[in-house]
T-cell receptor, first 113, second 111 residues
Framework: KAGVTQTPRYLIKTRGQQVTLSCSPI?????VSWYQQTPGQGLQFLFE???????NKGNFPGRFSGRQFSNSRSEMNVSTLELGDSALYLC????????????FGEGSRLTVL | KQEVTQIPAALSVPEGENLVLNCSFT??????LQWFRQDPGKGLTSLLL?????REQTSGRLNASLDKSSGRSTLYIAASQPGDSATYLC??????????FGEGTQLTVNP
């Protein structure tokens, strides 16, 4: 079956703009989580959605937000972009009825100029 | 606050060698532990998942162990191959899908 799909794969924005990233989980998975990966901070948890509800949130400013739709697809939004937001944003899906194993997409690489 | 440490940060070995990657965590109240592989510019590929009640998991040439009481996990790779070259990440799960990651071990297997 198809894996986790993230779009777009690459994008370039300028400071002050906003960006929306999309994630389609593995079919049947209801949990979607987002992570930010940077060379300096490594992989950090942003938030998790389950059945359209945010269930967990990491230590990121309010400029980072997300949502989940009824078909389990998820979007994350970053407003008022800063240079430090340049990162690889990874989405993961999980079927919590099983073992809790996370499956990641290829990521969206955001560059902020 | 959970902290995950991976040692060594980088490792270079000749092809065919058996090797061990180490992961330690500070809070033993974990739900599970997962090992991932990441190739440059790519996403994460799940290698092994160990539930908190388990001691080890095996998949092909990979074996991962978990010792909750000491806060340690190891990933054993047998008969390493150049295709195993990648960054290996250890991640500890506390609840839901919230994982705390280590910084990773960058492995290079030389032909």
């Amino acid at each position: 079956k198809a894996g986790v799909t993230q779009t777009p794969r690459y994008l370039i924005k300028t400071r002050g703009q906003q960006v929306t990233l999309s994630c389609s989980p593995i079919s049947g998975h209801r949990s979607v989580s987002w992570y930010q990966q940077t060379p300096g901070q490594g992989l950090q948890f942003l938030f998790e959605y389950f059945s359209e509800t945010q269930r967990n949130k990491g230590n990121f400013p309010g400029r980072f937000s997300g949502r989940q739709f009824s078909n389990s697809r998820s979007e994350m939004n970053v407003s008022t972009l800063e240079l430090g937001d340049s990162a690889l944003y990874l989405c993961a899906s999980s079927s919590l009825e099983s073992t809790g194993e996370l499956f990641f997409g290829e990521g969206s690489r955001l560059t902020v100029l | 606050k959970q902290e995950v440490t991976q040692i060594p940060a980088a490792l270079s070995v000749p092809e065919g060698e058996n090797l061990v990657l180490n992961c330690s965590f500070t809070d033993s109240a974990i739900y599970n532990l997962q090992w991932f592989r990441q190739d440059p510019g790519k996403g994460l590929t799940s290698l092994l998942l160990i539930q908190s009640s388990q001691r080890e998991q095996t998949s092909g040439r990979l074996n991962a162990s978990l010792d909750k009481s000491s806060g340690r996990s190891t990933l054993y790779i047998a008969a390493s191959q150049p295709g195993d070259s990648a960054t290996y990440l250890c991640a500890v799960g506390a609840s839901g899908s919230r994982l705390t990651f280590g910084e990773g071990t960058q492995l290079t297997v030389n032909p």
